[in-house]
């Protein structure tokens, strides 16, 4: 099993910067693909970002809308993953989740894992 544990949202003005942290115990997830999801009021969950692994090293995924503004990221020695969110927008507000899958694509919602999630909202 693994635990993820959501950081680091609140409340920023649009053109702001936050970043969001996800802590994962139970098990050591430097070879998972890690993704963030939101979700706004009356929405469906979107993709918005996923880190995975292969022998090379670590590859991102960003969806369009937020291509050039957030970063993913781990620090494997940490077990933690991070959003870096620059630039936001009032439609980034949302509650984003972490999760964390072992195969798979790293732009499906049928992770195996998921965070509480962490509120984020961007004030016009």
């Known amino acids: 099993q693994v635990q993820l544990v959501e950081s680091g949202g609140g409340l920023v003005q649009a053109g702001g910067s936050l970043r969001l942290s996800c802590a994962a115990s139970?098990?050591?997830?430097?070879?998972?693909?890690m993704g963030w999801f939101r979700q706004a009021p009356g929405t469906e969950r979107e993709f918005v970002a996923a880190i995975s692994r292969n022998s090379i090293g670590d590859i991102t995924y960003y969806a369009d809308s937020v291509k050039g503004r957030f970063t993913s990221s781990r620090d494997s020695a940490k077990n933690t993953v991070y959003l870096q969110m620059n630039s936001l927008k009032p439609e980034d507000t949302a509650v984003y989740y972490c999760?964390?899958?072992?195969?798979?694509?790293?732009?499906?919602?049928?992770?195996?894992?998921w965070g509480q999630g962490t509120q984020v909202t961007v004030s016009s």
């Open positions: 999760a964390a899958r072992r195969t798979g694509d790293p732009r499906g919602g049928d992770y195996d894992y």
């Open positions: 139970g098990r050591t997830v430097s070879t998972y693909t």
